[in-house]
């Protein structure tokens, strides 16, 4: 385990871009540096993407476009928003 997370952060060091994956269920969308356990937020640009918003509300939906205005809504299941995603 602690090496699978060296070349994690080794990664997410030389990373260019980042998606930073959320369960849209769970409602909340914790900032990847705390989700990791960072010491730091990353230098790379952080793509947040929300999937399962297909088990969500409409409202759940709005509060987190609210919340989080770039965010990406994604649908494993249906495929929604993969296109966006890897434009």
Known sequence: QTAMRAIALEAIRDADVIVH?????EGTV????????????PAARVIVALNKVDAISPGQREALAA?????L??????GAGVADLLA
């Open 21 to 25: 994956l959320v369960d849209a269920t």
């Open 30 to 41: 914790p900032a990847l540096a705390d989700a990791a356990q960072l010491p730091a937020p």
């Open 67 to 71: 919340a989080h205005p770039d965010a």
């Open 73 to 78: 809504f994604l649908s494993a299941v249906s």
